[in-house]
């Protein structure tokens, strides 16, 4: 499970419930909490399977514009001022980290290398036993494994979406 929280000062308290519950399932995964120096994650009692990932500051801004813009002969100064201007918006507006969601897996594939499976999730979100919803071995069965609402399951959607990481 990759969460994304952006600058070094904010933290929602209810964040600390997050990284306790997920302890539940420390059998099934990890849940993986990339920040920016935030000092209220530092200090925080987690459970044992959440790996704190401190990209520094303006970390987070830096993995995008470097996945974002290929190598060339203007590539720096391009992910430079593309780096800037993410982190502004990040630090003033970390909603927005909601876009990137998409792209966890390939922003993070050296963190999730030794993981057979991937999610995104959010930091208010408060676990239980994951094993409840998602069998082991439909882990090892299937690339995708997908939790809807009896409602929403026909559509398009990706709700609690696991994915398989990718060999390229």
């Known amino acids: 499970m990759v969460v994304t929280l952006a ?3 904010k933290l929602a308290d209810y964040f600390e419930w997050s ?5 539940a399932s420390k059998g099934l995964v990890d849940m993986l909490v990339f920040h920016e120096h935030n000092q209220k994650v530092l200090g925080m009692n987690c459970a044992e399977n959440v790996k704190l990932v401190d990209l520094g500051e303006k970390g987070l ?6 996945h974002m813009i290929p190598e060339g002969p203007s590539a720096q100064e391009s992910r430079n001022e593309l780096r800037m201007m993410l982190a502004e918006i990040l630090v003033h507006m970390p909603r927005y980290l909601v876009e990137i969601k998409p792209m966890t897996g390939s922003l993070f594939a050296q963190y999730l290398s030794n993981y057979t499976h991937w999610s995104y999730t959010d930091p ?20 995708l494994v997908s939790v809807a609402k009896n409602w929403d399951a026909a559509r398009l959607y990706l709700r609690g979406q696991v994915g398989v990481k990718s060999t390229s």
């Not at 990284?19 to 302890?23: D, F, H, K, L, Q």
């Open 7 to 9: 600058g070094n000062k």
């Open 19 to 23: 990284c306790r519950s997920i302890g």
């Open 61 to 66: 801004s830096g993995i995008i514009s470097n």
């Open 124 to 143: 208010d979100i408060v676990w239980g036993n994951l094993e409840d919803w998602i069998d082991p071995q439909d882990l090892k069965t299937y690339d």
